[in-house]
């Protein structure tokens, strides 16, 4: 199985090892910077890395629904163990009715013999 890194570069075309690129990327280092650079462009800072926005959005809706999907886990935990208890509550409660039905026949036959 491929990395993540794989992956993500497979899928939206970032962060591809191919020799192609670093040959491009060679490329693009070696030519000139241009004299009027775009001054609302942002260089990217050393160690940080430009992500495309399609792949930023995923990110941060995967991000949201796992979210979403801790918050739903808290509450069925919470549901699971109210029911335990409520359960394990009930289990007595039916253990003592039988034992009470049971003395109760008891006393019974005892009177009418």
């Known amino acids: 199985m491929s990395s993540y890194e794989d992956r993500m570069a497979e899928k939206y075309n970032f962060l591809k090892k191919d020799s192609n690129n670093q040959n491009l990327e060679e490329s693009i ?3 000139k910077p241009s004299e009027n650079p775009r001054k609302d462009v942002e ?3 050393e ?3 430009l992500v495309p926005l399609d792949a930023w959005n995923t990110v941060l809706n995967q991000l ?3 979210h979403e999907a801790s918050q739903q886990m808290a509450e069925a935990r919470e549901r699971a163990a109210k029911a335990e208890s409520e359960a394990d509550f ?3 409660k039916l253990k003592n009715t039988r ?3 049971d003395e ?3 006393k019974k036959r005892f009177f009418f013999f």
């Open 99 to 101: 034992q009470q039905l």
């Open 29 to 31: 280092s070696e030519e």
């Open 64 to 66: 949201g629904n796992l």
């Open 43 to 45: 260089v990217p800072k």
């Open 47 to 49: 160690g940080s890395l």
């Open 90 to 92: 009930l289990r007595e």
């Open 104 to 106: 109760v026949k008891k």
